[in-house]
């Protein structure tokens, strides 16, 4: 599993962007990928996830409703769909994966392939 994060940029609070994480791997679709994120000064926090086979879904209450996740398996891509934005979601954002057939969980412990960040800066 390898995993690479994109999409990120900067945008006004309201605005939309849609963050795309692309498995260069085969086994696509076997095991839950996650979004996580990291602001300036806070710690890495639980952002969305999606069982494998684009099973279940899980939100942390501050996004549910605007950060819609996805995967396209044809595209080995999960994508994460930030609407809504706020200056508050400014954070580096990163996608993570499991191991294959595992639980879908909302801790970072859990995950063991790590993309590289994609920044998200939202001005008001």
């Known amino acids: 599993v390898q995993l690479q994060a994109s999409g990120g940029g900067l945008v006004q609070a309201g605005d939309s962007l849609r963050l795309s994480c692309k498995d260069s791997g085969t086994t696509f679709g076997t095991y839950p990928v996650a979004w996580f994120r990291q602001g300036p000064g806070k710690e890495r926090e639980f952002v969305a996830a999606?069982?494998?086979?684009?099973?279940?879904?899980y939100y942390s209450d501050s996004v549910k409703g605007r950060f819609p996740i996805s995967t396209d398996n044809a595209k080995y891509t999960v994508y994460l769909q930030l609407t809504s934005l706020k200056p508050e979601d400014t954070a580096v954002y990163y996608c993570?994966?499991?191991?294959?057939?595992?639980?879908?969980?909302?801790?970072?412990?859990?995950?063991?392939?790590w993309g590289q960040g994609t920044q998200v800066t939202v001005s008001s």
């Open positions: 993570a994966a499991a191991r294959a057939l595992t639980p879908t969980t909302r801790f970072a412990r859990d995950y063991d392939y």
């Open positions: 999606i069982g494998w086979i684009g099973g279940t879904t």
